[in-house]
Each structure stands twice: as C-alpha cells, then as structure tokens.
C-alpha cells in the first residue's frame, strides 16, 4: 500500500498493506461511527441503515453512540465479492 492511499480505499481494494507502525495516529480503528462507515463503503447514511435493519451490517451501541465494526464492513465487501463471482 502506498502511503498516498487513503485507509478507506485499501481497505475497499482488500488491500491491508503492511503492518501499521507504532505512531499512534496510525492505529487503526476497531470500530467507526455510521457517518464514517458510509464514506468507507461509498454509501449514503440512509442506506447504511438499511443495511442494519437488514442485518447486513452489525452494530454496537455505547450508551447513545452507534459503532460499526471495520471487520463487518470488512466481511460485508468479502460477502458481496463472492457472490458477484456466482453471478
């Protein structure tokens, strides 16, 4: 991965890249709110919640916050991947 890159397009291209370094502005995060997992996948927030209510998307609420694992979003591309290759 070429540090031009932003995160969100490694990881749509499947593209984890090297191991991150111990600079703490690089850590990767665990969890996103539904504004970012929308710019992540390139999806609109409302259909980012359609996805939740479908249970395509997994949630975790935190007292008021809504978090989204990065690795749902994660199996969500690898899920859409294979059965585009069925198609």
Same mark, same amino acid.
């Given at each position: 991965?070429?540090?031009?890159? &932003?995160?969100?397009? #490694?990881?749509?291209?499947?593209?984890?890249? =090297? @191991? =991150? &370094? /111990?600079?703490?502005?690089?850590? /990767? =995060?665990?969890? !996103?709110?539904? =504004?970012? @997992? #929308?710019?992540?996948?390139? +999806?609109?927030? &409302?259909?980012?919640?359609?996805?939740?209510?479908?249970?395509?998307?997994? !949630?975790?609420?935190?007292? *008021? #916050?809504? +978090?989204?694992? !990065? #690795?749902?979003?994660? @199996?969500?591309?690898?899920? +859409?991947?294979?059965?585009?290759?069925? *198609?």
């Amino acid at each position: 991965m070429t540090q031009n890159r &932003s995160y969100e397009r #490694a990881l749509l291209d499947g593209d984890t890249g =090297p @191991a =991150p &370094s /111990r600079d703490p502005t690089s850590i /990767r =995060p665990i969890t !996103v709110r539904i =504004p970012d @997992a #929308a710019k992540m996948l390139g +999806l609109s927030r &409302s259909r980012i919640y359609e996805l939740i209510t479908s249970g395509d998307i997994e !949630v975790i609420k935190l007292g *008021r #916050a809504t +978090l989204v694992p !990065v #690795a749902g979003l994660e @199996a969500l591309i690898e899920r +859409l991947k294979r059965e585009q290759l069925w *198609r």
